[in-house]
């Protein structure tokens, strides 16, 4: 399947299952009527109630040293400025008594896919919504654990907080100018809670906007490959910042940090493929990250790569 025939399925006005990988070179494209025979599950649901189950899981973590060393090098890269601000994620392995299936059925969150038994996520971010010829994203860039004394003021006062949700913004304003016109801000840094295990994190995120024309639909192909990789799990500037990322990260990404969505006919919703665990010869791997500036810490990010690994 390619963009062109997603164009077509558009124009028809055909409802289908979307799904990315992270570089946008492996597209799965299903019809919401073939979707139990292909053995995959979805859920958009921003109005969850959230429901208690055990929830029980083992990190096993790279160790702090390993980070660290790509940490240093990507302040390295940003120091010579092939990057202002990179997504920097690792695999942790986990253990737990629940199967994928289980995890998705139970899991809280707004977006969740399970393709097969090869990977689920249950992901808070929304990558583009579209609705009435107006598309919107809604870039979350920035964590904080919400037991934290004054954890809102703290998160939203903080100025490299501040400058890498600037960026992102700046780069999603810029990529929503590609495919629309009439780009907004709509909203500027709004806290979301989160349940995270048994933890509580505040994330912050900004809203943007744009007009399409009246015939969208027979366009979406072309609008939904203009705007991958999504910005807010790469960095800025996005060309150079993916080939960094190749370099350092030291592992595939596959369909983690891509995007899954549904187009209905009408509308389409969306979200980025974070909170994600893939099944790797029998083992669970979980991946996870964050964004790196010149004003990180390497052990407060590793601590929030870390804290980004549970199962809500």
């Known amino acids: 399947m390619t963009f ?6 558009g124009k028809d006005r055909i409802p289908f299952l979307f799904i990315s990988d992270f570089l946008a070179q492996n597209i799965k494209v299903i019809k919401l009527d073939e979707l139990e025979e292909n053995d995959v599950e979805f859920s958009i649901n921003e109005n969850f109630k959230n429901t208690k ?11 702090f040293k390993e980070y660290k060393k790509k940490f240093e090098k990507v302040i390295e890269k940003i120091k010579s400025g092939d990057t202002y601000l990179l997504n920097l994620t690792q695999k942790t392995t986990i253990q737990t008594d629940l199967s994928l299936k289980e995890i998705f059925k139970n899991a809280n969150a707004p977006y969740k ?6 990977f689920i996520c249950f992901s808070p971010e929304k990558f583009i919504q ?10 979350m860039k920035g964590t904080i654990d919400a037991s934290i004394k004054n954890a809102k003021n703290k998160i939203l006062s903080d100025e490299k907080e501040l400058a890498e949700h600037i960026m992102i913004v700046d780069l999603l304003r810029n990529d929503l100018s590609i495919v629309s016109s009439d780009v907004k801000v709509k909203e500027f840094r709004y806290i979301q809670s989160i349940k995270a295990g048994d933890k509580k994190l ?3 995120s900004s809203h943007i906007s744009g007009k399409l024309s009246n015939k969208w639909q027979e366009n ?4 939904l490959k203009s705007l991958l990789p999504a910005g807010s799990i790469s960095g800025t500037p996005k060309k150079s910042t993916l080939k960094i990322i190749e370099e350092i990260e030291g592992y595939d990404r596959e369909s983690f940090s891509g995007i899954f969505g549904i187009f209905d006919g009408d509308s389409f919703d969306s979200g980025v493929m974070i909170r994600f665990i893939q099944k790797i010869n029998g083992k669970l791997i979980y991946k996870s990250g964050g964004g790196i500036t010149l004003d990180s810490d390497a052990l407060n990010e590793y601590n929030e790569l870390l804290d980004k690994v549970y199962l809500p």
Do not use: A, F, M, S
């Open 220 to 223: 979406i192909g072309n609008i």
């Open 113 to 118: 896919l399970r393709y097969k038994d090869d």
């Open 4 to 9: 062109d025939d997603i164009n077509t399925l």
């Open 130 to 139: 579209i609705k009435e010829d107006i598309i919107h994203t809604y870039p």
């Open 202 to 204: 505040l994330q912050v």
């Open 53 to 63: 189950y055990n929830n029980n899981l083992v990190k096993i973590p790279q160790n």
